[in-house]
């Protein structure tokens, strides 16, 4: 089936299922995984700014000491922002959870977040923070 603009309804039957919370949270720990092990010169880090990237990198670092401290709820409900409107909706939950994956959709919502939080992780005397 062709997938259709998510609704706010739809984005609220994600955001309740239990699937996509444990997939979520999942999907933060592999990307904190991924980071923690980068230099910032290659992969999905490559063209970020070093300030980009060592917030990033901070973030990460945080889930990686801290797993079970963290609010992946919060988490989650912060990548659904970056669905609304998309065509990723199936017919239902499950389809679309499992064309989100298939897609690479989750792994881009992922990165998105990471981008947006590490936004707001503040350094000591950088002049670029506000």
Known sequence: MAQ??????????????????????????DEATYLGGQNGTAGNTAGLTPNQWARQVFLAYAILSFPNNQN??????????????????DTDVATTIAFLISSGKFEQITKQTYLLRGSTVDFINDPTSV
């Open 4 to 29: 259709t603009p998510i609704t706010q309804e739809q984005v609220l039957q994600l955001e309740a299922s239990p699937e996509y919370q444990n997939l979520a949270k999942q999907f933060v720990k």
């Open 72 to 89: 992946y709820t919060d988490w989650s409900a912060q990548m659904l922002m970056f669905l609304k409107g998309q065509p990723v909706w």
